[in-house]
């Protein structure tokens, strides 16, 4: 899709405008959730290939290693890559383990994705080593999410029973699995959109977008001016 893109830029503002443009775009990634949830934890096909979930790791960094130097070969030089939220606290992934109103973190799942944060933050430097005049920087995502989650407090969010049941569970459907095609026009909503942390059992609401986002700007801006 990227590719096509590129091509359309050509022919609008011709090959050098269109790789000046390129040249100078901010790229953001995020690569990885679906790997581990799906691929990982819920799907066995990758558990049976690789026996530690390190190996799995390693695999996936691998793999992003190439998508970032496909990127830098068809011209990107600034890349933000978003690390893994706390998996473990996903509504889908609370839904799995549990099947009652007790629903709680998986820790190990989180762990997972601690190690696997700091795995690529470690990778970052070696990558823009080997890419001549690229800028890559790390975007926290797990820290700002779970401290939504276990403060909730701190962002305005209600911390009655009723709110805290909330945060575990997204406003689409039952928030419990619902996500992708199956939060559709035919789909129930919750009203209060932005009391909710998540807006499927996946993905984060917008308020949640909005903190993040404000956060990333904060992050982009003093990286850029570094």
């Known amino acids: 899709m990227f590719k096509s893109y590129i091509a359309r830029l050509k022919s609008i503002v011709g090959d050098m405008k269109a790789t000046e443009i390129i040249n100078n775009a901010l790229v953001v990634i995020s690569a990885g959730t679906n790997d581990f949830i799906l691929n ?3 799907i066995p096909s990758r558990r049976l290939q690789y026996h530690h979930v390190s190996s799995y790791q390693d ?3 691998k ?7 496909e990127l830098y070969s068809l011209g990107c030089r600034n890349i933000v890559i978003g690390g893994l939220p706390p998996i473990g606290c996903l509504p889908i992934q609370m839904t799995a383990k549990f099947r009652n109103i007790f629903r709680f973190c998986l820790e190990q799942e989180n762990k997972d994705s601690v190690v696997y944060n700091q795995k690529l933050q470690k990778q970052i430097p070696q990558m823009q080593a080997s890419l001549t005049g690229s800028k890559i920087l790390y975007s926290d995502i797990y820290n700002p999410i779970y401290d939504m989650m276990q403060n909730p407090g701190k962002y305005g969010i209600d911390t009655t029973f009723l709110g805290l049941r909330r945060q575990k ?7 419990f699995l619902e ?4 939060c559709n026009v035919l789909s129930q909503t919750c009203d209060n959109h932005s009391e909710f942390l998540f807006f499927d ?3 984060p609401s917008e308020a949640t977008y909005n903190y993040i986002g404000d956060l990333l700007d904060t992050q982009i801006r003093e990286w850029i001016a570094a």
Do not use: A, E
């Open 179 to 182: 996500t992708s095609f199956m």
């Open 201 to 203: 059992s996946i993905h």
């Open 40 to 42: 990982y934890y819920t």
């Open 63 to 69: 793999r992003l290693d190439n998508l970032i130097g």
């Open 169 to 175: 569970r997204g406003c689409c459907g039952t928030g």
């Open 59 to 61: 695999f996936i960094l």
